[in-house]
Nanobody
Framework: QVQLEESGGGLVQAGNSLKLSCASS????????MAWFRQAPGKGRNFVAA????????YYTDAVKGRFTISRDNDRNAVYLQMHSLKPEDTAVYYC????????????????????WGQGTQVTVSS
């Protein structure tokens, strides 16, 4: 069973940067597609970024393109989300997700397609 644990959240001022980490255990990380989702207070869980396992493809929601970068380290069984130029609207609980599917344009953004989830880490951006 794959287990995921996020870290790196915190309180930052707008315009600053933060890097989230997600450590994976219990599965063959190399064959996992990895993603980040976020959930703001009173809102649903929304897609942020994803990275494939069989290709180097990356996917981003429009709101974070050019500011966030997802990366993975298969030797460390970890995925990262580097966040720059943070805005108050980025405030949310950020969740790491994983699945053995191959990502494509029809599935990368769909939370229901990911089988494994972490507990989340809070990111708060003050104005």
């Amino acid at each position: 069973q794959v287990q995921l644990e996020e870290s790196g959240g915190g309180l930052v001022q707008a315009g600053n940067s933060l890097k989230l980490s997600c450590a994976s255990s219990g599965g063959t990380f190399t064959y996992l597609a990895m993603a980040w989702f976020r959930q703001a207070p009173g809102k649903g869980r929304n897609f942020v970024a994803a990275i494939n396992w069989i290709t180097p493809d990356q996917y981003y929601t429009d709101a974070v393109k050019g500011r966030f970068t997802i990366s993975r380290d298969n030797d460390r069984n970890a995925v990262y989300l580097q966040m720059h130029s943070l805005k108050p609207e980025d405030t949310a609980v950020y969740y790491c997700a994983a699945d053995r599917m191959v990502l494509n344009s029809g599935n990368y953004y769909d939370a229901a397609r990911y089988d494994y989830w972490g507990q989340g880490t809070q990111v708060t951006v003050s104005s």
